[in-house]
């Protein structure tokens, strides 16, 4: 039983998980120190307020806080904005470079008798109409 569980811990799908979890968290307060640092005073200094948290209206005695959802969704917003444009785009650019050129595809041939398309170059035989082919 702890043999089993030793495998299962020591699978590298585990552990590739479990570091992933602790720089996500660690990358999360990164992005939230960028977004609360900078990018919201400089929202304040355009538009004069930062937090919307106190826009409500009232129907019947219920009050709706519209101003969190705002908040919400602009915080929401400029996190994805500072993920995709300071690790995805940096990242793909990186991965593009070590990469190299795409591999040729393979050729391929029609066949003469029912234009099948994309036939192995080395066919002999069609799969559509078996017809022989040179």
Do not use: W
């Not at 948290?53 to 994805?80: E, P, Q, R």
């Not at 995805?88 to 991965?95: A, I, Q």
């Amino acid at each position: 039983m702890v043999k089993g569980f030793r495998d299962f811990i020591l699978r590298g799908n585990v552990v590739d998980l479990a570091v992933g979890v602790a720089i996500g968290a660690a990358f999360t307060a990164v992005v939230t120190g960028l977004v609360k640092d900078f990018i919201t005073p400089l929202i304040a200094a355009i538009f004069t307020q930062p937090d919307f948290s106190s826009l409500v209206f009232m129907i019947n005695g219920s009050k709706f806080m519209y101003g969190d959802f705002i908040n919400a969704l602009i915080a929401f917003l400029i996190d994805a904005t500072a993920i995709y444009f300071f690790v995805v785009l940096p990242v793909n650019k990186l991965l593009a470079r070590f990469k190299g050129p795409a591999p040729e595809p393979a050729p391929t041939k029609v066949c003469p008798f029912c234009k099948m398309p994309d036939l192995a170059a080395d066919a002999t035989r069609c799969p559509h109409c078996t017809a022989t082919l040179s």
